[in-house]
């Protein structure tokens, strides 16, 4: 949920008592600052940087257009787009983005929604752009233009 962030320690706390190894991340976007317990990393979706193979996956992801159509509350898909996101899942990410913006062609999408699309397309676009190498200006004008209504 937080976005991208770098290692920059590996250091021993004392957690109640025991000694623990910690990760130490700084979140690229905002500098936050945070500790991560090694036996945890997992579960709380820290995973490595995704791989140009990667990369390519998810283009395929948001250039799809085979999703089923769409018949829940709006409520009841923030529910479900929300756990996607909470996964750290880069595929996942994909999806909930590719979703929204499908959707929002043919329905207005709520406050939540919006904002959620949003989340999910600064998460994309930070991550994309570090594993490509390039600017994330590059990325989210390559993601507008998936997007982008076809010309009448």
């Keep these: 949920m937080h976005g991208v962030a770098e ?11 025991n000694t623990t190894s910690v990760y130490i ?5 905002t500098g936050l600052k945070i500790m991560v317990p090694t036996m945890n990393a997992g579960s709380v979706g820290l995973r ?3 791989s140009s ?5 998810v283009y395929s992801i948001l250039k799809s257009r085979d999703i089923p159509r769409d018949t829940q509350t709006w ?5 479900e ?4 996101i909470k996964t750290g899942s880069v595929f996942e990410i994909a999806e909930v983005l590719r979703d929204l ?17 949003e989340t999910a397309r600064g998460l994309l676009i930070k991550e994309l752009a570090i594993a490509k190498g390039v600017e994330e200006s590059k990325i989210g004008a390559e993601i507008d233009t998936i997007f982008a209504p076809a010309a009448a």
């Design 53 to 57: 193979k990667q990369v390519k996956e």
């Design 101 to 117: 913006c499908v959707l929002r062609i043919t329905k207005e999408l709520s406050f939540g929604e919006r904002k959620m699309l």
């Design 75 to 79: 409520n009841r898909r923030y529910r």
């Design 48 to 50: 490595d940087l995704i």
């Design 81 to 84: 787009y929300m756990e996607k």
């Design 7 to 17: 290692v920059v320690a590996l250091e021993q706390r004392d957690i109640g008592g």
């Design 25 to 29: 991340l700084k979140i690229i976007d």
